[in-house]
């Protein structure tokens, strides 16, 4: 199980880094964003992929104990942001990371008057970060 583990992560690691050269890329190549915006399409399929690779192997393993959830609040936005690090210079890296990833999220939802979920996060060297930003009826 740990090998797996390991080697979901170092999966995510790189697929992340390949994500955030693409966002430089855009960011220095604007004339390329609608192309790289394909590619950044695909590749939210490969990080489906890699997840639903390591849910398979999670259910065959004990589950572990649930913790409880806070009572959620109300209002047309929700956001849960989880971030875990062993240093506080990487809490501060994963944290870039995850707002720079949660603007282009916020940016989806800002386009859909449809109540949805939109997750996202990362796992690597520095830690690993998780949210999902819930779009709630008219906003």
Do not use: C
Request: hydrophobic share 40%; net charge negative.
């Amino acid at each position: 199980m740990e090998k797996v583990d390991d080697l979901t992560r170092e999966k995510l690691r790189e697929w992340q880094m390949r994500r955030l050269e693409i966002k430089d890329r855009i960011q220095s190549h604007p004339e390329q964003t609608l192309e790289l915006a394909r590619v950044l399409d695909l590749m939210d399929d490969e990080h489906a992929e890699i997840l639903s690779q390591a849910e398979m192997i999670r259910a065959q393993a004990p589950a572990a104990p649930v913790e409880p959830t806070p009572a959620a609040l109300t209002g047309a936005y929700a956001l849960q942001l989880q971030v875990a690090a062993q240093s506080i210079d990487d809490l501060r890296r994963l944290f870039d990371m995850a707002v720079f990833e949660l603007q282009q999220q916020i940016n989806a939802a800002a386009s859909s008057a449809e109540p949805r979920r939109y997750p996202g996060g990362m796992s690597g060297s520095l830690g690993e970060y998780r949210f999902e930003v819930g779009v709630h009826g008219d906003a």
